[in-house]
């Protein structure tokens, strides 16, 4: 099969399509000698701040000199984002290569597997092969029965902010989430986790006693905010300092749940000095989280859905010096989300709010972001590359324009951008 073949195929499969379990994931496994057990593992759950943590990780240990395969999702730009090792995207050849070699066993199994099966499967038959020295794993959806889960005894777990994001899948409380993100804890493996709310902390904390995992709490006590340095987070955690190049305070504590994992891989025979964790906080790049896509005029774009990530990005753009600049947001949600409390809480900082219906089989019909547009006396945006286009020629020096509401609009919106720039240049 060609790249494109597989991506197709891939593309065509449902993502996930329901599942009660893991005995298909892990019957598919051992056919291939269970690779998710060949490499020593960092397993990432959580509602929001698990792929940043994700990036940091990956991070650190790469200045570290390791070779660290790294999995995630969803894409933004490119297919294979999803597939790193050592910050290299999968190569076509070596996609389409395992692919095949993974379609031609699982297009027999009785119980067809989904996309993110097939995703978690491709991905770790090639960190095997590359010999990565370690892997990070992102959750694709709860924790107890997605795919990631077949790993059996991972160096270290990580649970990320917990919120009401998935509830149809995961539950409509904080407990439920919370126990979903839980799963993720194995028997006697370290679990570091972000500061939750006392509800989900009583779950998780239960299910690590439960399997006897020892725990270990970011403390937000400990982070110290330093002197700034413009366009970084500047604090120390546990006295080390740290310069973030992730932006927003949200991405501070995400940044001290990194830690405690990193503290975690210390002890387990890692060697990860100060210097890696400085150099490597300092440098961490993961496009979509507060993105800047132009700097004249300044445009930023975030894939925040839901209104836990809402809040992180209205709190940094109040505490950061915006003060007398006229700031525009266009934000585009599907129907599934809870685009109504995003929009209050964009609304709290934006002096324009438009809203952009935009084209996913999830978006919300044209009649209920008419009513919408109606209820917020926001504009409604048909083409974002208009919209763009149209803000860049008229931008002024103090305008800050925002796109966000979704990481299905990452690609969209940095074509809009791009074109609308070079458009003003050549003009």
């Not at 019957?27 to 701040?49: E, K, S, Y």
């Not at 960190?127 to 370690?134: A, G, P, S, Y």
């Not at 006693?209 to 937000?220: M, Y």
């Not at 006229?326 to 409390?341: L, P, Q």
């Amino acid at each position: 099969m060609t790249y494109e073949e597989v991506v197709n195929k891939l593309t065509n499969t449902d993502f996930f399509s329901a599942f009660a379990g893991l005995y298909g994931m892990r019957n598919m496994l051992r056919h291939f000698d269970n690779p998710q057990d060949a490499i020593p593992c960092v397993h990432v759950a959580g509602t929001n701040g698990k792929g940043s943590v994700c990036a940091i990780l990956d991070s650190v240990l790469r200045r570290a000199g390791y070779r660290v395969g790294l999995f995630t999702s969803p894409f933004l730009y490119d297919f294979r984002e999803r597939i790193r090792v050592n910050g290299e995207m999968i190569p076509e050849e070596d996609l389409a290569r395992i692919g095949t070699e993974m379609f031609a066993f699982t297009d027999k199994q009785p119980a067809p597997a989904n996309q993110f099966e097939l995703l978690t499967i491709l991905a770790l038959l090639y960190f095997r092969e590359q010999k990565c020295d370690i892997i990070i794993l992102e959750t694709g959806l709860g924790g107890t029965f997605d795919p990631t889960n077949a790993v059996t005894a991972p160096v270290c777990s990580v649970i990320t902010n917990i919120g009401l994001d998935h509830c149809a899948v995961l539950g409509d409380t904080i407990e439920k989430i919370a126990a979903a993100k839980a799963g993720i804890i194995k028997p006697n493996c370290d679990v570091c986790v972000y500061p939750v709310c006392r509800e989900a902390e009583t779950v998780i904390t239960s299910a690590a006693l439960r399997a006897s995992a020892p725990i270990h709490f970011t403390d937000p006590d400990e982070v110290r905010e330093l002197e700034p340095v413009p366009g970084y987070e500047h604090f120390s955690y546990r006295g080390q300092e740290i310069t973030l190049s992730l932006r927003g305070k949200h991405q501070q504590l995400n940044a001290a749940t990194a830690w405690e994992a990193i503290a975690v891989l210390n002890e387990k025979g890692f060697y990860l000095s100060d210097r890696d964790i400085e150099t490597g906080m300092n440098t961490v790049e993961w496009p979509g989280r507060l993105e800047v896509l132009s700097k004249k005029p300044l445009i930023y774009y975030d894939g925040g859905h839901n209104p836990q990530c809402a809040r992180a990005i209205a709190d940094w753009f109040m505490q950061t010096a915006f003060e007398g600049k006229h700031i525009t947001v266009i934000a585009g949600i599907v129907e599934n989300k809870d685009y109504r409390s995003m929009l209050k809480i964009f609304a709290s900082f934006a002096d324009e709010l438009h809203f952009y219906r935009f084209d996913n089989k999830r978006a919300l019909s044209s009649e209920e972001a008419d009513k919408l547009c109606e209820e917020f006396n926001m504009k409604r945006i048909f083409q974002l590359a208009d919209a763009c286009a149209d803000y860049i020629a008229k931008a002024k020096k103090q305008d800050v324009l925002l796109i966000t509401g979704s990481l299905y609009l990452a690609a969209e919106a940095k074509k809009a951008v791009t074109e609308a720039l070079q458009r003003k240049q050549d003009t």
